[in-house]
């Protein structure tokens, strides 16, 4: 089954700061990555996606992220971070042709203005 | 994008007492929905697949008879937590991915379930 690691839980930067949250995988075959953001008091929102194509994402609110596949990764990526953007940042990955997320742990960001 | 809707937001219950949580899709139909669990300061715990019309498949060391899941129509997804105890209460939360597309889960607000 597919896990999920990510590292740094608590993150705390400055406005305009450059933001990086690692991900890494593990899973013996195809796979589509997420990352999601839940905001103080919201639900999960979906920040950006990879299917295929170009392994460089660009998301919603300036983030990005890039799949390489030879070491696992999707790192989530905003050069210049906001006040709004704190909030808890997810990564996940589901197989191809299986239905099941799985998720990390969660990277809690926060931005001090 | 697509609506997962959840009710309630938020529920009190008493230790003994059964608990349901409703997910809907309200947009689009879902074969297949997710039940999650958060702790507080961790990442969500997938519990079980719900699946339209037959039995939901459940993760190791989640109590299928505790956490009673019925999928009944392509919109609708309940979790029944029979008999809580206050270890019970924790934020359980669900999603659905569109039948027939390989897009992203959406997912439902969230439930607080606290059992006193």
């Not at chain 2, 969500?44 to 993760?59: D, F, I, P, Q, V």
């Amino acid at each position: 089954a597919q896990s999920v690691s990510q590292h740094n839980h608590h993150v705390i930067l400055s406005e305009a700061a450059s933001l990086e949250l690692g991900c890494n995988y593990s899973y013996g075959g195809t796979v589509n990555l997420f990352w999601y953001v839940q905001y103080p008091g919201q639900h999960l929102q979906l920040l950006l996606k990879y299917f295929s194509g170009d392994p460089l994402v660009k998301g919603i609110k300036g983030f990005e992220a890039e799949f390489i596949k030879s070491k696992f990764s999707f790192n989530l990526r905003k050069p210049s971070v906001q006040w709004s953007d704190t909030a808890e940042y997810f990564c996940a990955v589901t197989g191809k042709g299986n239905n099941r997320l799985a998720f990390g742990k969660g990277n809690q960001v926060v931005v001090i203005p | 994008g697509a609506v997962v809707s959840q009710h309630p937001s938020w529920v009190i219950c008493k230790s003994g007492t059964s608990v349901k949580i409703e997910c809907r899709s309200l947009d689009f139909q879902a074969t297949t929905m997710f039940w999650y669990r958060q702790f507080p300061k961790q990442s969500l715990m997938l519990m079980a697949t719900s699946n339209e019309g037959s039995k939901a498949t459940y993760e190791q060391g989640v109590e299928k008879d505790k956490f009673l899941i019925n999928h009944a129509s392509l919109t609708l997804s309940t979790l029944t937590v029979t008999s809580a105890h206050p270890e019970d209460s924790s934020f359980y939360i669900c999603s659905a991915r569109e039948t027939g597309k390989n897009t992203e889960a959406f997912f439902g607000q969230g439930t607080r379930l606290t059992v006193v």
